[in-house]
């Protein structure tokens, strides 16, 4: 499985970006968001299965953050709105073959490069 992720960039707080994710590969059951912030351990954001039934956040995020997927080209989306400081972070997509969603990084197998997101007051 190959993820690449892309979509950061710089926007101004309470503004929005979307970071999108290229799956390719093997097929996956799960995919989903995680962040990592400088001198921070990296965090759960999102997850979802592939069919998208199933979908979960983290409380910092929920409300605001929406995950999905296109099913015509295989690339899933973290949309962010309402961005704060302390959503700046590089974001990873990670995915696995087999587990349900999580907020574990551990159960995931698969990830792609980071995107940097940074948010100015």
């Known amino acids: 499985v190959q993820l690449q992720a892309s979509g950061g960039g710089s926007v101004q707080a309470g503004g929005s970006l979307r970071l999108s994710c290229d799956a390719s590969?093997?097929?996956?059951?799960?995919v989903g968001w995680f962040r990592q912030a400088p001198g921070k351990e990296r965090a759960f954001v999102a997850a979802m299965n592939w069919r998208g039934s199933r979908k979960q956040y983290a409380d910092a995020v929920k409300g605001r953050f929406t995950i999905s997927r296109d099913n015509r080209n295989n690339t899933i989306y973290l949309q962010m709105n309402y961005l704060g400081l302390e959503d700046a972070a590089v974001y990873y997509c990670a995915a696995d073959r087999w587990a349900l969603p999580s907020d574990k990084s551990s159960n995931y197998n698969y990830w792609g490069q980071g995107t940097q997101v940074t948010v100015s007051s």
């Open positions: 590969g093997s097929t996956v059951s799960t």
